[in-house]
């Protein structure tokens, strides 16, 4: 286990997702439900689940393309996805 690795992962993920439409879901289900550790559960479960499956296809991809290439292409998917958000967000 590479203790440093996953305290980076930990923060990226963790500053990526303070404040953003899934916690905001979260805070809404858990105020109409008045069920807060089902919808921590449920919500965790979903979170382990989504990273899991990036995880996994991104050990395969990494197999079959150039990590160069896999970052090339997550930066400018990064950049598109905010330039989408910054001309038609809500």
Do not use: C, N
Not at 7 to 33: H, P, V
Request: hydrophobic share 60%; charged share 15%.
């Amino acid at each position: 286990m590479d203790w440093r690795v996953a305290l980076t992962t930990f923060t990226t993920l963790f500053l990526a997702e303070l404040g953003d439409k899934t916690q905001l879901a979260a805070i809404s289900m858990a105020a109409s439900t008045k069920k807060p550790l089902s919808v921590f559960i449920g919500g965790t479960a979903a979170l382990a689940a989504v990273t899991g499956i990036g995880v996994v296809f991104g050990e395969a991809l990494l197999r079959v393309v150039p990590e160069l290439y896999i970052r090339r292409a997550a930066a400018v998917l990064f950049v598109g996805m905010g330039a989408w958000m910054w001309f038609h967000g809500d």
